[in-house]
């Protein structure tokens, strides 16, 4: 695969390869080629339980129940996953992990990186809390590849042409307690992820995650980019500057907001879409109505209408 994707063999020898985002295209491409075989992403998934997360996994395997690790696995993802972010939200009687790219991927790897993620997280909640099909749902945001039909038989539940990628799974599993619950080894853990999470916290996308974190809606609205600055201790020009560092803004930060809660509102069908437009501070329930097609491609009436066939 290495020869076949223009990298030197001896590039792959190293115990950490460093490798260029288009090197990576190349070489996944590469090996779906060899192993002829598009499923690579749930393949790998599947084979990476929480073990394979080093000091983090074993935080979660020591948790007292699985509604603690999923806080944990939220709290330190960036140990694992510096291109992709992770939110959990309750939308009963689902809970829900909401992914994003931090940036545009290429082909094979946007996709490729959804398929492993969500395959990793179902295998590991088989292992924590022995959850079955009917526990889990997974949703991807582009239509069904040709090979749909593998992934559903791997991974049970899977909807496609969804408004965004999520993993979903029943809230009842929050309070199941784990079996490996030890508090010494939790204990452990957590201070080795805190001091793994200290060493890249000068190059970590850390603003973006504490806006990201700040970004929730209030009696007067989501709050305005003054107002989080303030919270952050930092100037509006700053934090402006420390976002455009890290490849964002403020208005695309409130657009994702604004597009998880329209989300999670919709998912409540006693809301009437008028009366979530104006929860989300949308006086015109039309101009709510543009923004979820805009974010999502559907209007908000289509998109409960697959929910509910679904």
């Excluded at 603690?68 to 696995?73: K, P, V």
């Excluded at 793994?196 to 970590?204: H, I, K, P, Q």
């Excluded at 329930?285 to 805009?294: K, V």
């Amino acid at each position: 695969p290495a020869r076949l994707a223009g990298l030197p063999v001896a590039t792959l020898d190293h115990h950490s390869p460093e490798l260029t985002l288009l090197q990576m295209r190349d070489l996944i491409s590469a090996v779906i080629t060899v192993l002829d075989d598009d499923t690579l992403g749930v393949d790998v998934g599947l084979r990476m339980p929480p073990t394979a997360y080093s000091n983090l996994g074993y935080a979660l395997l020591c948790s007292a129940t699985l509604g603690e690790a999923a806080q944990l696995l939220i709290r330190y993802w960036k140990l694992l996953g510096p291109a992709m972010t992770v939110s959990l939200s309750t939308d009963a009687p689902q809970c829900i992990v909401d992914l994003n790219h931090l940036f545009p991927l290429p082909p094979p790897l946007d996709q490729l990186s959804f398929e492993c993620t969500m395959a990793s997280f179902y295998r590991g909640f088989q292992l924590l809390v022995n959850a079955s099909r009917d526990d889990l749902e997974i949703w991807f945001s582009g239509p069904p590849p040709y090979y749909a039909e593998k992934v559903a038989r791997a991974l049970g539940r899977v909807r496609y042409n969804m408004p965004a990628n999520q993993f979903r799974f029943s809230e009842t599993l929050l309070h199941r307690p784990l079996p490996m619950h030890n508090p010494t080894g939790l204990e452990f853990a957590i201070g080795q992820c805190q001091r793994e999470a200290a060493l890249l916290d000068d190059e970590g996308y850390i603003v973006r995650e504490k806006v990201r974190h700040e970004m929730t809606f209030g009696a007067d609205g989501y709050p305005t980019l003054e107002q989080i600055s303030r919270r952050l201790h930092m100037t509006s020009r700053t934090l402006r500057r420390r976002l455009d560092e890290e490849g964002t803004n403020y208005k695309a930060l409130l657009e994702e907001a604004k597009r998880r809660d329209a989300i999670q509102l919709l998912d409540d069908s006693n809301l009437e879409v008028q009366r979530v437009a104006g929860l989300l501070g949308y006086q015109d329930p039309a101009n709510f109505t543009r923004a979820f097609r805009q974010w999502t491609g559907q209007t908000p009436s289509q998109y409960r209408d697959a929910r509910n066939r679904n």
